[in-house]
């Protein structure tokens, strides 16, 4: 049997074989950092394909549905430009292209001879994390022992979005095991974030996230299970949205920790448009996928909900600002970013309030116990057999074990210990409910608060092997709230300068602040939550643009 490390060098091999000669490009030396604007220069694209691969997801559509632009030349744009990207910044598992194009094909065949688009997505192309099975491709889930496994069926979500009409054109990379806030494994290597090629993307969908941020793919669909979609959508500048359990169809992907079932893994869109977080959830939602996966929620499509009817109409809402968990102060361009949308909100006419976290610190580590109680079994299982090492850091060129809560333990937990632990969440979460009912006293709406805004994380994308703290986006997971992220603005030096602190909250505050230096993040993005409550997708949609709109108005007045 060959090696492990020969599987890995001959399935990265199959994968550049894949890509048409005609598309690669010289790409910009390693020291260039910020690749964004890259992909407008290199000269691959002609001005059309810009254009295409630069529209907002809503103007995709209508020129497709239309016929003025065909599904054949959107797919070819995207997939160009996904192309130029894996050459940037390595954001690619699964190329094929004439299987993508044939699709697209079929689409424009379809319109020209009915009239009719095939589904609300005609003709979009959509990338998938390496994790969600197409029939006759390969998933491996950045893990050696899983090269040579073809899907014999797709996914439920690939069965879908395909009866809606999109052309799933790509799939992107991901850590080892997916339990990272980072991307990196043994066979595709390290993904790096388009913004500034030091920093990391984020994880576990990290692929999608510098794919998306460098306008590889209108909608990407990653999974978060404590913040893999928040975090990329975060550290790259995009929009995102975690939904609550079961609102998307999970059924036929792979994943890792397959069997616990308390605090879940969900699907949901990493997107540059505001507009593409409502049309694919729409799309989805409205194709029941509650008739093909057992676990799938049945909750049609609200669109009473989507227009905030029984909540003013969205024309006075209250927003909780949570200004730091109780764990960890952000750094300074995060509490830019949140004075930036307080200030933005007040002056469109909302209530905003501040957000006093509870048990914070304890919902996290629940949530860790709940993951650890068998994940080193399940990563050694799995990794046994092609012989593999078991990934312990994300530093470059770097052997030392990463220290960071959600690294598993050694030993797990016995089953009583994690009914525990399931029974100490759930009590939290009754708390946390009453918690923010309890809000209907300081909201002036006569409603408890509409959402709640705060960090992603506490701070903008870190260097390579230092995001190590995830509580900020943990916590929803834990509660099962649904919660997006928005772009406010980049770190500036000038304005986020290293405030001297005096007392900190315990080590890992500290530790938090020492990192903190602002020409090391310089031009990183700075992204926000807003987090609704359970199954409040509509709603957290509709809340999210609201916010979105009141921070444009503020920018072009100013």
Not at 27 to 42: D, Q, R, W, Y
Not at 209 to 214: E, I, K, P, Q, T
Not at 458 to 479: C, D, E, F, S
Request: glycine residues 8%.
């Amino acid at each position: 049997m060959p090696s492990w490390s020969d599987l890995a060098a001959d399935k990265k091999h199959r994968q550049q074989k894949a890509i048409p000669r005609e598309w690669l490009i010289t790409p910009p030396p390693e020291t260039t950092l910020n690749v964004a604007g890259f992909p407008e220069t290199c000269g691959l694209l002609t001005p059309q394909e810009l254009a295409i691969t630069n529209g907002d997801v809503g103007v995709l559509l209508k020129k497709l549905a239309s016929g003025e632009w065909s599904a054949v030349d959107v797919t070819t744009a995207f997939y160009k430009r996904a192309i130029i990207a894996q050459q940037l910044v390595n954001c690619l598992t699964e190329v094929y292209v004439e299987r993508a194009l044939a699709r697209a094909a079929e689409l424009d065949d379809a319109l020209k001879k009915t009239g009719k688009v095939v589904g609300p997505l005609h003709g979009l192309p959509v990338s998938l994390k390496d994790q969600i099975c197409i029939k006759g491709l390969e998933t491996t889930m950045g893990y050696v022992s899983w090269i040579g496994k073809y899907a014999d069926k797709n996914a439920v979500l690939v069965d879908i979005l395909e009866e809606c009409g999109a052309v799933p054109f790509v799939r992107t990379n991901v850590p080892q095991t997916l339990m990272w806030p980072e991307t990196f494994n043994n066979i595709f290597g390290r993904t790096t974030n388009p913004h500034n090629r030091s920093l990391t993307c984020g994880g576990s969908s990290g692929g999608e996230g510098a794919l998306v941020a460098l306008g590889g793919s209108p909608i990407g669909v990653g999974s978060d299970i404590g913040g893999s979609v928040r975090i990329p959508s975060a550290f790259c500048g995009l929009y995102g949205l975690k939904p609550s359990y079961g609102r998307v169809p999970y059924g036929g992907a792979l994943n890792s920790l397959q069997g616990q079932d308390s605090v879940l893994s969900v699907f949901g869109p990493i997107t540059s448009s505001i507009s593409g977080l409502k049309t694919f959830m729409e799309a989805v939602i409205k194709a029941k996928p509650w008739l093909r996966d057992p676990l799938a929620v049945h909750k049609k499509w609200d669109e009473d909900e989507y227009r905030l009817r029984d909540r003013d109409n969205g024309q006075k809402l209250c927003f909780a600002i949570m200004w730091d968990d109780g764990v960890c102060v952000p750094h300074p361009p995060i509490t830019r970013a949140l004075k930036r949308v307080h200030a933005a909100l007040t002056k469109a006419g909302h209530n905003v309030i501040t957000w006093y976290p509870i048990e914070h610190r304890k919902l996290g580590d629940l949530t860790r116990d709940i993951w650890n109680a068998g994940s080193t079994e399940d990563f050694a299982i799995t990794t046994s057999e092609s012989g593999e090492p078991i990934i312990s850091t994300m530093v470059p060129d770097s052997n030392e074990a990463t220290l960071a809560p959600f690294r598993p333990k050694m030993g797990g937990l016995t089953a009583y210990q994690l009914w525990q632990a399931q029974k100490a969440r759930s009590d939290l979460r009754t708390t946390y409910l009453e918690h923010w009912n309890n809000t209907v006293a300081s909201t002036g709406t006569g409603r408890p608060v509409d959402a709640i805004i705060c960090p992603a994380a506490p701070y903008a994308a870190p260097p390579h092997g230092q995001n190590r703290y995830t509580n900020y986006t943990t916590v929803w997971n834990a509660l099962d709230y649904t919660a997006s992220t928005f772009p406010v603005t980049i770190v500036d030096p000038t304005l986020d300068v290293k405030q001297p602190r005096e007392s900190f909250i315990d080590d890992v505050d500290q530790a938090i602040h020492k990192m903190y230096h602002p020409e090391v993040f310089r031009g990183a993005p700075v992204c926000l939550q807003l987090v609704g409550r359970t199954l409040e997708e509509e709603g957290v949609i509709a809340m999210t643009e609201i916010a979105d709109a009141a921070l444009k108005a503020t920018n072009a007045q100013s």
